[in-house]
Every structure is written in C-alpha cells, then in structure tokens.
C-alpha cells in the first residue's frame, strides 16, 4: 500500500492505493510509520511523499474512519512523517482532501500541480481534525485559510493555495523531485536544526526554556561542525560544497 524507495539521498514515500484515490486506511496509517524510518535508516536527506494515480490522497477510508483503532494509527503515521529530521516535500497531484491535506500539512513543503485541490470537509461529516493539524493550518496558510476550510468547508486550488501560502510552489511531480534534490545537497545539519527551530517558534506564545536552550546547543553545533570547513572551502575553490552531516 506505500512504497519506499531512496536515489541520490532523496527518499519517496509514495501511497500506493490508486484504486481508493489513496485514501488511508488503518493499515497504510502504520506503513507510514514504517516508511518513515526506513527513509531515515537509508539516510535520506531529503524526502518526497506522493500518491500513485490522479489523487495525492482522497482522504480517509470509510470503512475504518469511524473507529478509536484508525485515529491512533493516523495520528501516529502523520506525526512520523512530521518528526523525520531531514526536510519533506509533498507532491500534491490532485486532490488533498481530509486526511490528505493532514498529510500534506505534516511535510514541510508542499509542491502543487494544476490538478491539485485542497480540502477540509470535516462539518459537512460530522467528524474533526485535531488541535495539531488545526495549529498547522494556520501556521502554514494563515488564519483566513483556516476558517475558510474549516468553516465553510470550502476547496481551495492550487494557484489560490500557491497565492496563499498553502502550497509552496506550482508544479508536478518532476518539480517536487527537483525540489529535494536540491535539499538534499544542502548542509544536513543546519537543515535539521531550522527545521526544529521553526515548528518551534512557529507554533506562537511562550516557547520552553528547555527547549529554547537546545536550539542553542544545536546553532552552536552548526558552527562547530566540519560542514562549515566544507563550506568554506568549496567556496574559496569556487566548487559545490559536498557537506556530509558532522
């Protein structure tokens, strides 16, 4: 039901239920628990999540949504692909709709084609999404967004959500792989630590002393690292750095 594969440093976790617009299901939820650490494992530096098929991901499975056993299993898949250290891309090729915006939302980027659609029909369902992917939505597209999708359950598509800050870029599947390959040649270790520093402060209000002093542990790694001799280096040799995580 996912794929996963990793070339070149890039990683693609890839939902493979074409036949059900890849909706998620109690089982696929877990895999992308697997798949994450197996991304992780291979050590990916960068990772794409797709969908086979016209659908990035219709939403959740009907048979199973209505149960305890399937919101564990999605909160758990859609926090391990949240948590992966290395930046994540989603390759938005159609509709994203319920628990596929969730999924979207839980990459750090999201590359939309003209395809893609976005929605959160939740009230038209009697159902909700927790305070996490609600927290998420506005961090991501702002308020406006939020209450437009989760209010009036509009959709919204992909040049209004690229014009709104839902999706990142305009493009295909080829762009969103481009896209991280391009990360994927990046330092990893300033990667990792922006990545954590932004969830962070993004989430608004008082950030944790403890966690505030990590960060700092973590910029004060950065700059300690042999990546900044690299960098250095490549830079005065007029080359690509060719950084490698410590």
Same mark, same amino acid.
């Given at each position: 039901? %996912?794929? $996963?594969? *990793?070339?070149?440093?890039?990683? +693609? ?12 299901? %109690? ?7 697997? !798949?994450?650490?197996? &991304? ?6 960068? $990772? $794409? $999540? ?27 898949? +859609?926090?391990? &692909?949240?948590?992966l250290p290395m930046p994540t891309v989603a390759a938005v090729t159609g509709p994203a709709i319920g628990g596929g915006l969730q999924l979207a939302l839980a990459c750090d980027l999201r590359v939309a084609a003209p395809e893609a659609v976005f929605g959160l029909p939740t009230a038209r369902l009697g159902l909700a999404v927790?305070?996490?992917? %609600? ?10 967004? !939020? ?6 359950? /509009?959709? &919204? ?5 690229? #014009?709104?800050?839902?999706?990142? *870029? ?7 792989? /481009? +896209? ?6 990046? /330092? ?18 008082? *950030? ?7 960060? *700092? ?10 990546? %900044? #001799?690299?960098?250095? #280096? /490549? ?12």
């Open positions: 039901m %996912i794929s $996963v594969s *990793t070339h070149d440093d890039v990683g +693609l976790i890839e939902l493979n239920r074409p036949e059900r617009r890849n909706a998620l299901d %109690i089982a696929t939820c877990r895999q992308l628990v697997d !798949a994450a650490a197996e &991304v992780r494992a291979a050590g990916a530096r960068a $990772v $794409v $999540v797709a969908g086979n098929g016209p659908a990035f991901c219709s939403g959740a499975d009907f048979g199973e949504v209505y149960t305890d056993e399937f919101l564990d299993a999605l909160y758990t898949g +859609l926090h391990a &692909v949240a948590d927790d305070p996490w992917t %609600i927290e998420r939505l506005v961090q991501i597209a702002g308020g406006g967004t !939020a209450r437009s999708l989760l209010l009036a359950c /509009a959709t &919204v598509d992909a040049t209004t959500a690229h #014009a709104r800050g839902l999706a990142d *870029t305009l493009g295909d599947r080829n762009a969103a792989h /481009a +896209l991280a390959r391009d990360i994927a040649t990046m /330092a990893p270790l300033t990667l990792a630590y922006n990545k954590r520093s932004v969830n962070a402060f993004g989430r608004g209000g008082h *950030t944790d002393p403890a966690v505030v002093d990590g960060l *700092t542990a973590e910029f004060r790694g950065c700059w300690a690292a042999e990546d %900044i #001799a690299e960098g250095r #280096a /490549a830079r005065t040799e007029k080359r690509a750095p060719a950084f490698r995580g410590r």
